[in-house]
């Protein structure tokens, strides 16, 4: 008998076909086994969209003006429990409709009990909250909101008009929490959470129809989010706090004398901040990626509101997330932390083409 591959790579021999899925999921496997345990889980909890997490808190540190420390690590694992315990919170409260739309998820597909899917989310909620008061105050105390956010989304809120709201504002106090672990403050990462929580509002919108498809104004809605954040992000990219202090002096460092006129020589207000040319070509180049990443798929869902489009759509806006983290932590001037964050654009790519991030 020829052997052919089933969709999780391993050798089948039965003729039976796998449960048919929708464009954009990840077939489940039949072969048995604690690895196929461990992909259902991998499905679940959406592990690829992990990597579109720890831009958050960074993103969030880059707008303070300070460099990430030990408790910005510990704002990062909060955040990442937090995100898990909403995937896996989700799926439990969907599990119904899961059922008949799709039934090869973990949970209608009876390879993870639902029991198991609530505890996780209890578990991890707990884990989160506790990672965030080893961060210290400020960061429980955005923390807790946060955790209030996505349970009451998932529970509550999703089908309903201050669904997608709800998650930009989630997304949002992500970035908040990074600023808050780190120096202690939010106020000077509040433009930047406002930016990011736009984006993620214009995805979830799109979202609430990838399974049926539906208008094509939501995904239109979503290009024109696209291009205005692009344009918010560029134009700002000279602002920001910037990494370098005054002498202790207090006087302005010398950069030449002025003429006989008592004008100072051209160039040289140019030369006072030698990194703000590199920073802003980074900013744009980054903002540039992003919307990259998105204009296509929302443009073809667009013009054919189709589930696998809307679903590609989807896809696209979570994965755009990570350059949009990296653009505003470059607009202010976290050139090092911008780069750190786009490194994990294609980590996030590769490991999605094996489980969907929808």
Known sequence: MTLRESPCGCPDETPTAAPRATAGDTPPCACPGRSHRGRAWAELLRLPALFSVPGDALAGTAATGASPNTRTLLAIASSLCLYEAGMALNDWADRDVDAVERPHRPLPSGRIRPAAALTAACALTGAGLALAAGAGRPALAVAAPLAATVWAYD???????AGPVAMGTARGLDLLLGAA??????????????????????VTTVSRQEAQGGSPVPPLAALTTTALLTRLVTRRSSGGPTRGRRPATGHRPATGHRSATGHRPAGLRAD???GQDSGALLTTALTAAYAATTARPYFHATLNPSPPLTQRAVGAGIRATIPLQAALAARSRGTATALLIAALAPLGARFAKKVSVT
């Open 155 to 161: 529970l509550g809120l999703k089908h309903t008009p």
């Open 181 to 202: 672990a780190t120096s202690g403050s939010t106020r000077p990462a509040l433009p930047s959470a406002a930016l990011l929580g736009t984006h993620t509002l214009a």
């Open 272 to 274: 006072r901040f030698p």
